[in-house]
């Protein structure tokens, strides 16, 4: 079946520095998505990407889709302690409606 | 619009009981996800209904998993007989399926602890 992988698992980063999760996929997706869970909550999407090679940016945040559609990439620049969280990757395959998730990586923000 | 809601938020519960775990999905969205979260295994996809139509429960683990959504504002994860493998937060997600933005909006959770 599709598997979904980031790395790294957990990182852990001094306020200010910059972060990176890298996502892959087993197989191509139709699109990606990215979420973000707060220790203690739920699940809350950030945002989707479509097109091969596509970037998109939400201040701080840039996402990247690979060509081949099978990898992307979320990286945060100067975190804030407001960036701590688990990022998680999913991905769709085909016209399915069932969303695959990555395993996540866990992002702690030090002052 | 008060967004996904779940019950109960927390259940304590001991092993060999019947566990039923309910969503309230967001109203006019016509897909609805049931996953399950441990450290161990991550998020996982248990089942998913369309226009409350059971598409695939492949993520089920047992028979000791069900789900049902009688109606488009309702739906049922029930555990008989729990077991204390089963301690995880299940969560209930919904989104609009017909457009091509996919969004899924996640419930807060069940956090179910069997003894």
């Known amino acids: 079946g599709q598997q979904v992988m980031q790395i790294p698992q957990y990182q852990h980063v001094q306020e200010g520095e910059d972060f990176t999760t890298y996502c892959n996929s087993s197989t191509t997706l139709s699109n990606i998505q990215w979420y973000k869970q707060r220790p203690g909550g739920h699940p809350v999407f950030l945002i989707q990407?479509?097109?091969?090679?596509e970037v998109k940016k939400q201040k701080r945040l840039t996402f990247q889709f690979g060509e081949a559609k099978k990898n992307s990439s979320l990286h945060i620049t100067a975190t804030q302690t407001t960036d701590v969280g688990t990022y998680f990757c999913?991905?769709?395959?085909?016209?399915?409606?069932?969303?695959?998730f990555g395993t996540g990586t866990q992002l702690k923000v030090e002052l | 619009d008060a967004g996904v809601i779940q019950s109960p938020r927390h259940e304590v519960t001991e092993m060999g009981q019947e566990v039923t775990l309910r969503c309230k999905p967001i109203s006019g969205h016509n897909s609805l996800f049931w996953y399950r979260q441990t450290m161990m295994r991550g998020l996982e996809l248990l089942i998913y209904?369309?226009?409350?139509?059971?598409?695939?429960d492949s993520g089920m683990p047992e028979d000791r998993f069900s789900a049902k959504m009688p109606n488009a504002s309702f739906s049922t994860l029930k555990i008989q007989p729990s077991e204390p493998r089963d301690s995880a937060v299940y969560f209930c997600a919904s989104r609009y399926s017909g457009s091509g933005f996919n969004e899924q909006f996640f419930g807060p959770g069940t956090r179910l602890t069997v003894l």
């Open positions: 999913a991905g769709y395959t085909g016209g399915g409606n069932k969303l695959t």
């Open positions: 990407l479509v097109k091969s090679g």
């Open positions: 209904f369309n226009n409350n139509v059971p598409i695939d």
